[in-house]
């Protein structure tokens, strides 16, 4: 069996930011449970997920509940992710691609791993607050941007009810790779690879399109805006929305790892040589 032919399926993790609603937390839980999700992760949860509503509401879903990971932040909790879907219950986003269910979660399941034999890191599916969802910012640590299409009169789902169309269709999906993976003819490679051997020190995962790990895009933005701010680039009233610009950039690049390594290397240097030129 080739390499990859081996390579497994990424885990899929649902994110809840904020959640205030017990039932809602604990109705997620159960869908996770429906849909066999094996991880929940909460951001900064305003309620209280392991109390009598929230486990009353998750019924078999009590035990991944109690194991729920808890974060302070949403980078936090996608730092080991790759391939991210973030939830928008918006009809317009500025400079937000928005995509269907069925395309971005078709996205999320495309996540493998890279052909060493080591476990593919998880991808993730986001939701926002029941009250105003998502961020501009959050949505921007996301590789792909969802929107459930509704009636323009009232456009905002529940919570559960939005975790509920996602996973459904995030389930048929699966079904479909699984029909897809029967034997039969011969079927495209879902990975584009070069046929090539890598050259210019490049390895065999630099010429895989898995983006990379969202922690280590976080540090590489955190580089770039210290040194960008040092050297008079951005000023600290305007360096929010110019690094907004520059992660939808990245947003839709969707950098891997060897081109956060070349631009951490290019930060590293550019800041040593600001500095040795100093008074």
Request: hydrophobic letters at 45%.
């Amino acid at each position: 069996m080739s390499d990859l032919a081996a390579r497994q399926s990424a885990p899929i993790v649902v994110v809840l930011v904020e959640p205030a609603g017990p039932l809602n937390v604990g109705g997620v839980a159960r869908l996770c449970a429906n849909f066999a999700i094996a991880e929940l992760r909460l951001v900064a949860p305003r309620c209280d997920h392991l109390g009598e509503e929230a486990m009353r509401m998750a019924v078999h879903g009590g035990a991944l509940l109690q194991r729920a990971r808890l974060f302070p932040d949403l980078a936090a909790a996608l730092a080991d992710c790759r391939r991210v879907v973030a939830s928008c219950g918006q009809v317009a986003r500025d400079s937000l691609p928005l995509q269907s269910p069925a395309s971005a979660l078709g996205w999320l399941l495309a996540g493998a791993a890279l052909p060493t034999g080591e476990p593919p890191p998880p991808s993730a599916l986001v939701f926002g607050r029941e009250d105003r969802g998502l961020s501009t910012d959050e949505l921007l640590q996301a590789g792909q941007v969802l929107r459930i299409a509704t009636g323009e009169a009232y456009a905002s789902l529940n919570l559960a009810q939005a975790a509920a169309i996602c996973l459904h269709e995030l389930h048929q999906a699966r079904l479909r790779q699984a029909q897809s993976e029967e034997p039969g003819p011969p079927a495209p490679l879902p990975v584009p690879t070069t046929v090539a051997a890598p050259k210019g020190g490049e390895t065999r995962a630099d010429l895989l399109e898995e983006p990379a790990c969202r922690g280590a895009v976080e540090a590489m933005l955190q580089d770039a805006e210290d040194l960008l701010l040092a050297v008079g680039f951005l000023y600290p009233h305007t360096a929010h929305a110019r690094m907004a610009k520059l992660r939808g950039l990245l947003q839709r690049a969707q950098i891997r790892d060897g081109e956060v390594a070349l631009v951490r290397g290019m930060v590293r240097q550019l800041r040593w040589a600001s500095q040795r030129r100093s008074p």
